[in-house]
């Protein structure tokens, strides 16, 4: 009896021990640092889609993430290039930013933001779920500088607002100045419609077009409300020139040492928060569009016959981007473009 008792306790001790080795490895791969800046107030879209993640993350790995946001770049003095060099150097593990702007890492990222190319947020989304090989391979090379691309977030489509007339065709523009980011492809494009592009940084606008130094801006309907940039306008044009995008990226080696099974449920839950992100932005857009209405903004509503003597105009801004991007991809890009209308 006293054997046996001595060889229960045995086999206990024994299991205990593998056990606690077990849950110590277990535990090992498990406990995850995720954190997470991006240059947007907390009170934004994409604070919004990061909180989806970081909380959706955490159901399913209870007590093993360890994860905090830092909305309005907190650690990096609200410099979005910053921001790509602490996630590639792992200070923070996860960020995003628009697609125009990541193209000052990989040029042929423009041409997602091709002027009059699609519709609206959902059909940017309808292109990008057909996974085009030539995206990923713009992606990959993100890759190379220790940014992988985990999703892709809808943003909302550039909007023109003016102080003088309503514009509806062509001609109704010309000459006129507006202010636009420092970038190639919108001071292009508005050369193409004929009117003059003035690059200024976004904290000018107010006093740009309150000083008359230009018309008007090109915008989402929410950023003209957040920086009450409408209360110098009076006409909206609501066309949605240009789509926009964000790229959600984590540091590459730190994504390539995470377990199977986070990888893909991290994967899974990025893919989920797009459409959050999208319902939010969608949300954001009427509540700004109402607001500026009842300020006394007059909206002209664009649709897809409107558009058509416009992108007629746009022969160099898309020279340029097929220049970029070379004929091949930009002939895959406007036939899926086409194809997803």
Known sequence: MKRITVLLLVMVLAFSVVFAQGQGETGKKEQVKMNIQHNLPKTETWQVGFEFIQSEMMKRFPDQISST????GQLANNNWATIFEQTQENVVQMACESQVTLASLVPELFSLSTPFMFENMEHVLRFMDQKPAFVDQWFAKLETKNLKVITYWPRAPRQLLNS???????SDIEGMR???????LFVTTFQAMKANPVPLPSGEIYTAMQ?????GEDNALST??????????????VWNYMGDGVLVVVNKDWYDGLSDEFRTALL???????AVVLNSTIEREK?????????GITFTDFTPEMKK????????AYAAIKKTIGEKSWNELVALADATR
């Open 211 to 215: 000083l008359g130094t230009v018309s």
């Open 287 to 295: 509540i700004a569009r109402d607001a500026m209405s009842k300020a």
């Open 164 to 170: 003088v007339r309503p514009i509806v065709v062509p």
């Open 268 to 274: 899974e839950v990025a893919a989920d928060s797009t």
């Open 178 to 184: 507006f202010r636009v980011p420092a970038m190639d």
């Open 309 to 316: 003597p416009w992108r007629a105009l746009m022969d160099p």
């Open 224 to 237: 003209v409300y957040s920086t009450r940039t409408y209360e110098q306008g009076k006409y909206m044009n």
């Open 69 to 72: 946001i830092y909305p309005n």
